[in-house]
């Protein structure tokens, strides 16, 4: 029971900043296991160090995370990047609008399916992907990751809203799949590598 405590415990100090945890992790979970060790003989007492834990846990981790979240965040930037990323991505969405409607009569229906897939999941998980990096709120990986479960869900409600014979066909959505995992693709490995160089 002891070692499912600390193993327990461990997970849900994920809840500070990794610079947090690098610096207090150790200490803290001794700290839990000597705790654990003195209570061990009721079990009212290890309730208790649980109890202690948690509130400790709900009183300092978001604390931690809102401290982390200041540091070195300017405020200003991070909007004149969202609004030109917004900028940016309109006029993507109207050129390449213009383009598509203007050449779709002579495209294969696969292929425009792709195009349209790679530029709307394009700027919805670019943007998503742009927000949590630019707003610190995740690392570099962990917000590409966030910004494909994003893009899941947005479409699954799309496509739950849809009427019947407005849903997309077996080649849409395999052009969607596949757009998103290019998409998916294409920031991990940058993120990847921008982790690499910031450690």
């Known amino acids: 029971m002891e070692r499912l405590s600390q193993s327990f415990y461990r997970l849900l100090l994920a809840a500070y900043p990794a610079e947090f945890r690098q610096e207090y992790e150790r200490e803290m979970l001794l700290v839990f296991r000597d705790l654990c060790r003195e209570h061990r003989q009721s079990g009212l007492g290890l309730v208790r160090v649980w109890m202690r ?43 390449g609008g213009k383009l598509l409607v203007s050449g779709r009569a002579h495209l294969p229906y696969a292929l425009g399916a792709m195009l349209d897939s790679l530029m709307m999941i394009g700027i919805a998980f670019n943007f998503i992907a742009l927000v949590l990096m630019t707003t610190k709120l995740l690392r570099p990986v962990k917000a590409v990751r966030a910004a494909c479960i994003a893009v899941v869900f947005l479409l699954a409600a799309v496509l739950a809203f849809l009427p019947a014979e407005a849903r997309p066909n077996g080649v849409a959505v395999t052009t969607m799949v596949l757009s998103l995992l290019f998409w998916f693709g294409a920031h991990r490995l940058w993120a990847q590598r921008r982790e690499a160089a910031l450690s």
């Open 53 to 95: 834990a948690l509130l400790d846990l709900a009183q300092s981790a978001p604390r931690e995370r809102l401290q982390n979240f200041r540091k070195g965040f300017d405020p200003l930037k991070t909007l004149k990047t969202i609004t030109l990323a917004l900028i940016i991505y309109a006029a993507v969405v109207i050129i």
